[in-house]
């Protein structure tokens, strides 16, 4: 396998003003944790991490119609996300948030650094306020046409449409997307990222990408180059991570803006991971190791903060950007491996959204169907790589079809068969030409599924494992083994190979499906933890209010090898993995979608 890796998974901090639905860990989730899985498979040692994202408006607004306090809201909405993403099995060595006392030294630690080096200064700008609260509206929170491409849905941030970073005071006929009134412009100081201080350095860093990243997220980089400004990182609003500068920490009305502070997560996380387990150094491994990797996983609605900003800050930091400077006191930090971005995901032709009840919440698809055939639907049928639409007879059509009647059936006719006849592994006592091809195609599986997960191409992975499941199928509609009566050898023979390649198709596909390949490892007489699945603990800080993580023990037997089986293993009549889907269901839940 090579020497060992340190692999930093960076994922997406879903925010916490509500509950996820599939479309959000289509793009961050699942797979983040289909590349991690695989990576320890490798045997890399790699720490995942995220949390919940809970600082700034939409926190606040959400509060307010809720009736409760914005850290109320966040406390609720961190456990639920954290019971979802458990559910999901999603394997975080942390997953926190960012409202803890960690979080809020590392955050200004890097606003410091960047201070000090000249990358961040004073600007007095127009802001954008609600007439009817005078409560500060984000630039997210605006609305309206884009003076530059003339697109009628552009944001004060950005314009989705063109790309370009955008002013809300520049757009044309600007509304509140919370209440629909105009937003009010009044003077006020903040403190701004030099982003183009950072350009040259930044297109080298691109252009040194070139043919590593996906096409999609590393051109539309490239375009947000020749149009950098300088951004505001700091906000008119009372819930955040307080400005550590003299004549301002002690202010209750500026706080550093939640995206500054979000993307700080992913170095916070590691900050807190390595001090909860026992080493407080052990995250410099993955951030100060010239060998270490770092992915970053998210939505492509998050490609500008992950491809342009974060490493921007990280430059400043280290003082690498066109003023200079030296590194902050946590000392020099790497930038992004790789920004692993997806595409959107729609729902029945339309676009995800909680207030017109366009969605499916994770925790009601779980309480309903299974998380494999979720991850499985996920890795498939996914926008990986372009918006993709979710459908429910698709999904049930990829469930009864590829994994109840491909897979499920090959893993439950061949154990069973087994087990009948021979009561364990059977012996494998003379292998014939298609014997061997058969074997030779599932062992070469590990090199070309292994090759595409290493470059995150989910699809073309979860595809070619499945190819061998649909070859090995074929052999066994070929060699029929149950009309094999009187010759038990070539009977047991057949059977060897067909486990054999139920083993390794349980491995190929371990990053996907993990419940269920833990299950084929005990039916196959795996003892112990196959593949280690995370789980919620209670945690607190210096003795505070305790809040849940996610973390696990993932150093359980599954390795990205194959593994000779051993004849004389007892078998057991096997149990369906997967339940097959009654097409009624379809209707059912198109039901649910109806106002």
């Known amino acids: 396998m090579g020497m060992s890796q340190h692999i930093l998974t960076a994922v997406a901090w879903p925010y916490a003003n509500g509950p996820r639905h599939i479309g959000h860990v289509s793009g961050f989730g699942v797979p983040s944790d289909v590349f991690s899985r695989y990576q320890r498979m490798a045997g890399n040692k790699v720490l995942m991490v995220s949390g919940t994202d809970e600082h700034g408006t939409p926190i606040q607004v959400q509060a307010d119609k809720e009736g409760v306090t914005a850290r109320q809201l966040a406390d609720r909405y961190n456990r639920v996300i954290a019971e979802d993403l458990t559910g999901l099995g999603l394997s ?35 802001g954008a306020v609600s007439p009817s609260t005078g409560r500060t509206l984000p630039d997210r929170y605006i609305e309206g046409t884009c003076p530059i491409c003339g697109y009628d849905g552009a944001r004060g941030d950005q314009c989705d449409n063109c790309g370009n970073q955008l002013d809300p005071i520049d757009l044309i006929n600007p509304r509140s997307r919370i209440n629909g009134e105009t937003p009010a412009f009044v003077e006020t100081e903040h403190f701004m990222l030099d982003l183009p201080a950072f350009a040259e350095a930044l297109g080298t860093y691109l252009q040194s990408k070139q043919g590593e990243w996906r096409p999609n997220v590393l051109k539309f980089s490239l375009n947000l180059l020749g149009d950098l400004q300088p951004r505001a990182i700091t906000r008119d609003l009372d819930w955040g991570v307080p400005i550590p500068l003299e004549g301002w920490s002690d202010r209750s009305d500026k706080r550093l803006y939640v995206w500054f502070d979000a993307v700080v997560g992913y170095l916070s996380a590691s900050v ?33 903060f992950h491809a342009e900003i974060w490493p921007a800050m990280l430059m400043g930091y280290n003082g690498e950007g066109a003023r200079g400077g030296v590194p902050g006191s946590l000392g020099k930090l790497a930038l992004p491996s790789e920004v692993v971005s997806s595409e959107f995901l729609t729902m029945e032709g339309k676009k995800f959204s909680s207030s017109r009840q366009v969605v499916i919440y994770v925790r009601d698809f779980l309480e309903r169907y299974s998380a494999d055939a979720l991850r499985y639907y996920i890795a498939v049928a996914g926008p990986e790589n372009q918006d993709t639409d979710f459908t ?26 087994a087990a009948r006849n021979f009561g364990a592994i059977p012996e494998a006592v003379h292998l014939t030409d298609a014997d061997r091809a058969l074997l030779e195609r599932s062992r070469a599986a590990f090199t070309a599924v292994g090759g595409e997960l290493q470059r995150s191409r989910f699809k073309n992975a979860v595809t070619e494992a499945f190819d061998v499941v649909r070859d090995a199928n074929k052999y066994l509609a070929e060699q029929e083994p149950w009309k094999i009566k009187d010759d038990p050898e070539r009977q047991g023979s057949i059977l060897h190979v067909a486990l054999q390649i139920v083993d390794d198709v349980k491995t190929l596909l371990t990053p996907f499906v993990p419940s269920s390949s833990n299950k084929i490892f005990e039916m196959l007489g795996g003892e112990g933890v196959w593949s280690g699945m995370p789980e919620i603990r209670e945690v607190d800080e210096d003795g505070g209010p305790s809040y849940p993580i996610i973390t696990g023990d993932y150093d359980g037997a599954a390795k990205w090898e194959h593994r000779p089986i051993k004849a004389g293993v007892p078998l057991a009549p096997p149990t369906p993995l997967f339940a097959k889907l009654d097409n009624k269901i379809v209707d059912e839940e198109l039901a649910r979608l109806e106002p």
């Open 272 to 304: 807190e991971w390595a001090r909860r387990s026992g080493d407080p150094d052990a995250w410099r491994q993955w951030w100060q190791n010239p060998d270490a990797r770092g992915y970053y996983f998210m939505g492509k609605d998050n490609i500008v």
């Open 392 to 417: 429910w007879s698709e999904f049930v059509n990829r469930n009864n079809g590829e994994l109840v009647a491909a897979w499920g059936n090959l893993v439950n006719r061949s154990i069973s068969m």
């Open 92 to 126: 975080y060595d942390l997953f926190t948030r960012t409202t803890t006392k960690n979080h809020y030294s590392v955050a200004q630690e890097i606003f410091l650094g960047l201070y000090k080096n000249g990358y961040v200064f004073p600007k007095t700008t127009m």
